[in-house]
């Protein structure tokens, strides 16, 4: 039997100020309070979308970046993490305490506490020589790779504890942490593809990057074409669709398959994989396979917002969610898409259809699961998809609601509509990055 490892124990006082001990855990708590009056820290406030856009991760320009546009991306993403590292690990303290302690919330809980004692002490300078950030881009790289498994353990560890925390905690705890966990991701991974591709590290040929110059700022495709995306997710899941029930359907792109717009690539391919296998595991399993599932690409027109007094926007939507992920429309012009996939699968059933936004809904039966969680698993090869972040979730119902938090977390959205024994309509809209402020 696995011994069970503690939650490590906070060995600073700096640590103690960013996480204060509750000191009472009677379940769950929504809104945990972070820091007492007394304490006058930058870092009042639970980190939020806006957070990020106040400057803009696309800011520093188009690499390659200069020795000083490195460092201010450096300094930027320093200034950003270590606060949301300790909102997450504030959240898990506040989970119930047999809950944490099991192995697999534990180990998330230690990584946490792990990469935020590593990050402090750069806190206490700035990033103003190549050496310092070569050293903090290498650290970065670091705690991105402890953290990239980070879901499927939540997973497991949930599901483990499913006597101790009831559904619809687990679905609130999820959704705030895994939105926030995108942010996170995003900022790091930012400035580590930044720092790859900047003058004083890249080894390329100055004159070959003349000729033709990269679309990429960091990990954002300026000119991110969805047909591609949608047709290199298609040939992922039909082999395993074929490996799994001996046929593929076909897909079928109509609409606008030019379209380009300003987005992050890992987090469409994430999306569309999802919602593809969705779509060719109904379809077959409906023995439909000859139907063609219909791919629709539609160009969305440039929104335009301007701000008022209050610095609202007047022309957009300001959108929020139950994490506190607060997200905003940009306000300068910026491009989006709309895709719509179309399947003859049968529909959703109208129990099945209440439930398809929650974490750990899946329509696999308890023993498959436990199953895929005791083995590391492959359940089911249609849902053996490394997420973005290279992490199995094979069938523990993670797929679709995370998804949807890839689409809104820059002010996009997912939406369904099932038509009960014919088939499904997804509509996936998304916003480019565009410029951010």
Request: aromatic share 8%.
């Amino acid at each position: 039997m696995p011994s069970i490892q503690r939650p490590l124990v906070l060995q600073s006082n700096t640590l103690r100020i960013l996480c204060p001990l509750k000191r009472y855990t009677r379940g769950y708590a929504t809104s945990p309070v972070l820091w007492s009056s007394s304490v006058t820290q930058p870092w009042s406030h639970p980190p939020t979308s806006v957070n990020i856009a106040e400057d803009d991760i696309a800011k520093h320009g188009r690499p390659p970046l200069s020795s000083e546009a490195l460092f201010s991306s450096a300094n930027f993403t320093l200034s950003l993490l270590p606060i949301r590292l300790a909102h997450r690990i504030q959240a898990l303290r506040n989970l119930p305490f047999i809950v944490v302690s099991n192995p697999h919330i534990a180990r998330i809980y230690n990584n946490y506490l792990h990469s935020l004692s590593t990050l402090l002490p750069y806190q206490e300078r700035q990033i103003s020589s190549l050496e310092d950030e070569i050293q903090f881009t290498e650290v970065m790289s670091d705690l991105v790779h402890t953290h990239s498994n980070t879901i499927p353990i939540l997973a497991r560890g949930f599901l483990e504890c499913r006597k101790y925390i009831s559904p619809l905690d687990v679905t609130r705890f999820l959704d705030e942490h895994l939105r926030a966990r995108i942010g996170t991701r995003l900022i790091a991974e930012q400035h580590i593809a930044l720092h790859l591709s900047s003058a004083p590290h890249s080894d390329d040929d100055p004159a070959q990057e003349t000729e033709e110059a990269s679309s990429y700022i960091g990990v954002i495709d300026t000119a991110l074409q969805p047909a591609k995306v949608i047709r290199h997710c298609e040939s992922f899941v039909s082999e395993i669709c074929e490996l799994k029930y001996g046929v593929r359907p076909s897909v079928v792109i109509n609409g606008q398959p030019d379209t380009t717009f300003e987005h992050v690539p890992t987090h469409l391919e994430y999306i569309i994989t999802e919602l593809l296998k969705n779509a060719f595991r109904a379809t077959v399993e409906s023995g439909k396979e000859r139907e063609a599932i219909e791919v629709t690409i539609a160009a969305a027109p440039e929104i335009i917002g301007q701000r008022n007094a209050s610095g609202q926007l007047n022309n957009a939507k300001n959108k929020s969610n139950t994490s506190g992920e607060f997200l905003q429309d940009v306000d300068s012009a910026t491009s989006g898409v709309t895709i719509r996939i179309r399947d003859r699968g049968g529909g959703i059933t109208p129990d099945n259809l209440l439930n398809i936004w929650s974490y750990s809904f899946t329509t696999f039966g308890d023993d498959d699961i436990l199953e895929a969680v005791s083995s590391n698993g492959t359940i089911d090869a249609l849902n053996a998809i490394s997420g973005a972040g290279g992490s199995s979730l094979a069938g523990l119902g993670y797929g679709l609601p995370l998804g949807r938090a890839y689409a809104e977390y820059f002010g996009g959205g997912i939406a369904v509509q099932s038509l009960w024994g014919w088939g499904t309509d997804v509509y996936l809209s998304l916003r480019g990055v565009g410029k951010i402020r």
